[in-house]
């Protein structure tokens, strides 16, 4: 049982938007930012997006996110049959000490 | 550029020490603004912090295995390890390296590509 709560899996057709949310609680996301992963089958974990809304170099900027309250979101515009992965968010606990993550959500593109 | 490298034994046998290491190259592990991290994720799982150390020596741990778990960083070396003890097959995993932002803001942005490591006798 993951601490933060990330939907299984979502699915849009390409060119769609999507959404992908995440929730946690008043130790977690509620006092720290959200940062999100993009993990393709078989590699490892890619770091999308820090601090809530931040884009590292080499994310496009069909990827945004953005916090309210405890629950981060993570939003994915013109969606692209290689956007197909699994996405996870992340938020520091401040009751554990401890980076936490989302059970992760699968993205299918149709 | 920065990259981190895991090594170390593929296989363990049920109630021994998995050791392994994170070899950083293209930047300091004495960077004072980061932490250093593994994370590992069962077969069709999702990603389990385990731990994360400074290299001042200074570590956090999540709390379910850090009686189990002994992270180090060796700076002369630019490499930092994790130890676990003793395992058993639900420690089977990839386990990855990462560089860690500290406090609040915490995040992971290079990450080494992974050791599968099976636990069995």
């Known amino acids: 049982q993951s601490v933060l709560t990330q939907p299984p899996s979502v699915s849009a057709a390409p060119g769609q938007k999507v959404t992908i949310f995440c929730s946690g609680g008043?130790?977690?996301?509620?006092?720290?930012?959200v940062s999100w992963y993009q993990q393709f089958p078989g590699t490892a974990p890619r770091l999308l997006i820090s601090?809530?809304?931040k884009r590292p170099s080499g994310t496009p900027d069909r990827f945004s996110g953005s916090k309210s309250g405890t629950s981060g979101t993570l939003g994915i515009t013109g969606l692209q049959t290689g956007d197909e992965a699994d996405y996870y968010c992340?938020?520091?606990?401040?009751?554990?000490?401890?980076?936490?993550f989302g059970g992760g959500t699968k993205l299918t593109v149709l | 550029q920065l990259q981190l490298q895991e090594s170390g034994p593929g296989l363990v046998k049920p109630s021994e020490t998995l050791s392994l290491t994170c070899s950083v190259s293209g930047g300091s592990i004495s960077d004072n603004n980061w932490y250093w991290g593994w994370i590992r994720q069962a077969p069709g799982k999702g990603l389990e912090w385990i731990a994360t150390i400074k290299y001042t020596g200074y570590t956090y741990h999540y709390p379910s295995l850090k009686s189990r778990v002994t992270i180090s960083v060796d700076t002369s070396q630019n490499q930092f390890s994790l130890r676990l003890s003793p395992v058993t097959a639900a420690d089977t995993a990839v386990y990855y390296c990462a560089r860690q932002a500290s406090g609040l803001g915490s995040f992971l942005d290079h990450w080494g590509q992974g050791i599968m490591v099976t636990v069995s006798s």
């Open positions: 992340a938020a520091w606990d401040g009751s554990l000490s401890a980076l936490v």
């Open positions: 601090e809530d809304y």
């Open positions: 008043s130790s977690n996301i509620g006092i720290s930012s």
